[in-house]
Structure formats: structure tokens, C-alpha cells
Nanobody, 125 residues
Framework: HVQLVESGGGSVQAGATLSLSCAAS????????MGWFRQAPGKDREGLAV????????FYADSVKGRFTIYRDTAKDLVYLQMNGLKPEDTGMYYC???????????????????WGQGTQVTVS
């Protein structure tokens, strides 16, 4: 059974930097993607950043491109979401998920494909 645990959320002011991390108890590296998702109050969950665990290919939503970076620390078995220049609209619950490569992000969200963490709250004021 794969468990994902997010950490690093908090309450910050606009312009601040936060780094979220996602730890997985056990997962297959080469055929899966790790993604960070956000659900703001009253809004649908959205995909922010995706990393292919078998390589370096990444994807970013337009809303975070240039501000957020997803990367993996293989020595620590962690995947990070570095968030710079935070804005109030970045407020929400942040989730990490691991899922098979090749799926559309909207499908992953709608069907909750793969394994998901419990989320960590980020509040930007």
C-alpha cells in the first residue's frame, strides 16, 4: 500500500516562499508521475505541476509557471514543490499524488487515479 504524506504548508504573506515536500512509503519510479494539485475554497481541484519520475520531464499550469518548481531529491525519496512569489490566489489545500504516466491531468483529478496524500494547507494573505 502506497502512502503519501505532504508537509511544508503554512500561512505566509504575499511574495513569500514556501517549499512543500511529498514523501511516499513505496512506489515505482519509472512508469509513474508525481503531481502537485491545489483545491482552493469553493473551486475545483487543479493540477499545478507534474514530474515524470522516470526522467526530468515536467509540466506546469499557466497559473504557476515561472513561480513554482517541482523537483525530486532521490537521496531522500522526496518530491518538492518550491513556491516563490506566492499570491493570495495561491491559497488552498495542496495535495501530492502519484499516478501512471500518460493520463490527462483532468482524468487523474476527476477519477482520483493513483495514490493521494491528505493535503497540506497553504494560506497567503
Amino acid at each position: 500500500h502506497v502512502q503519501l504524506v505532504e508537509s511544508g504548508g503554512g500561512s505566509v504573506q504575499a511574495g513569500a516562499t514556501l517549499s512543500l515536500s511529498c514523501a511516499a512509503s513505496r512506489y515505482a519510479y519509472k512508469r509513474n508521475c508525481m503531481g502537485w494539485f491545489r483545491q482552493a475554497p469553493g473551486k475545483d481541484r487543479e493540477g499545478l505541476a507534474v514530474l515524470w519520475l522516470g526522467g526530468a520531464q515536467t509540466f506546469y499550469a499557466d497559473s504557476v509557471k515561472g513561480r513554482f518548481t517541482i523537483y525530486r531529491d532521490t537521496a531522500k525519496d522526496l518530491v518538492y514543490l518550491q513556491m516563490n512569489g506566492l499570491k493570495p490566489e495561491d491559497t488552498g489545500m495542496y495535495y501530492c499524488a502519484i499516478y501512471p504516466r500518460g493520463l490527462e491531468i483532468q482524468t487523474v483529478i476527476a477519477r482520483r487515479v493513483g495514490y493521494w496524500g491528505q493535503g497540506t494547507q497553504v494560506t497567503v494573505s
